[in-house]
């Protein structure tokens, strides 16, 4: 039992070290409120349905395809985030940028989060006088890409992903006890139940938070139905990792998602690597003062490097958009 709470205040350490976006969250007993940022003039607050978030419609005189825009596990609707979402309205899409836990009427810790949110939220997308409702893409990075991937294994009709910082597999719920021992509790549910998912490792003092990811894809053999079933999603996918990536091994995730995809007859899969780079590697580029940069950068790579990476990335997602969108033609010519 000592040695159980020494693991656990190890890995606090670890968490601590690595600051916000949610990693020090992971082992309060009640987490603090996320950043929930306002919508500002360009877009709208949604909290109906069990959907809440901001929306960011399209200027067009006709329906345009829209993307809903996920965050990790910061929770909330972050800044970070929501530069995306501008952003991407901003080239002419629908963006909903969604909160999935740690938000008003939502799960304040990242377990057993329902893939029933993720739906509700597509379907109230799709209805919107705005929105081509065959025209639907997602975009989404760490918790928030493994989300994205759970969606579109499991939601038809997404014709565009984008995966920042991936994961291959379901992991098990974010809560003290999960990382001593799993308890049955995943991140995601469906039906009322857990999605299978890989249990934790434990952490090595002079690796931090790597070692119990790393830990955990050691025994994945011992868990077949916690692998992403990739194949099973048949739209086209962007996945963006950084080799530096001190929080998770994403790179490696990413050519594992890549090499299913590859031997199942999956999607086609773009994967775009970033030696230099560590878990801040996609979103919006920023000043080198930005917070949300100064903290990526304390999970691998520099902040000129990630800033980079995110500068050339994000003109290549944009590029994914609109030719996996134009492929289907209608709205957006």
């Known amino acids: 039992m000592k040695r159980r ?15 916000g976006f949610g990693a020090v ?42 993307i809903l825009v996920l965050g990790g596990s910061e929770g909330g609707l972050s800044t970070d ?18 909160a999935y836990h ?27 006088d705005s ?47 999960n990382f001593i021992v799993s308890n049955g509790s995943s991140s995601w549910s469906e039906g009322g139940e857990p999605i299978a998912s890989l249990p934790y490792g434990l952490p090595e003092d002079d690796v931090g938070m790597l070692s119990v990811f790393n830990k955990g894809l050691a025994r994945v053999d011992e868990f077949p139905n916690a692998v992403i079933p990739i194949e099973r999603y048949d739209g086209a996918l962007l996945m963006v990792c950084g080799e ?26 773009t994967l775009l690597r970033y030696p230099e780079a560590g878990h801040g590697v996609m979103g919006i580029a920023a000043d080198e ?3 949300s940069i100064r903290i990526f950068a304390q999970m691998g790579g520099t902040a000129k490097a990630n800033i980079s990476a995110r500068r050339d990335s994000w003109s290549k997602i944009l590029l994914f958009f609109e030719q996996e969108f134009s492929k289907a033609n209608s709205s957006f010519d």
């Open 81 to 98: 985030v929501s530069r995306q979402a501008r952003a991407l309205q901003e080239v002419g899409y629908n963006a909903l940028h969604l």
């Open 5 to 19: 709470w020494k693991i656990l205040i190890g890995i606090c350490g670890s968490l601590v070290a690595l600051v």
């Open 25 to 66: 969250y992971i082992f309060t007993a009640n987490p603090p409120p996320a950043e929930i940022v306002n919508a500002g003039p360009t877009g709208e607050k949604v909290n109906k349905d069990g959907v809440f978030g901001n929306f960011f419609p399209a200027m067009a005189d006709k329906p345009r395809p829209a």
């Open 131 to 177: 929105v081509d409702a065959d025209q639907i893409g997602i975009i989404g990075y760490s918790k928030g890409a493994e989300a994205a991937l759970l969606i579109a294994t499991r939601y038809s009709g997404i014709r565009a992903v984008v995966a920042g910082m991936p994961s291959s597999v379901f992991w098990d719920g974010m809560s003290p006890e």
């Open 289 to 291: 003062k930005d917070r």
């Open 244 to 269: 530096i990536d001190n929080l998770w091994p994403s790179c490696q995730m990413a050519k594992d998602i890549e090499a299913r995809a590859r031997n199942k007859n999956g999607p086609p899969v």
């Open 102 to 128: 740690n938000a008003p009427g939502k799960p304040g810790k990242l377990k057993n989060i329902p893939v029933e949110d993720f739906i509700n939220a597509l379907d109230w997308l799709k209805a919107q």
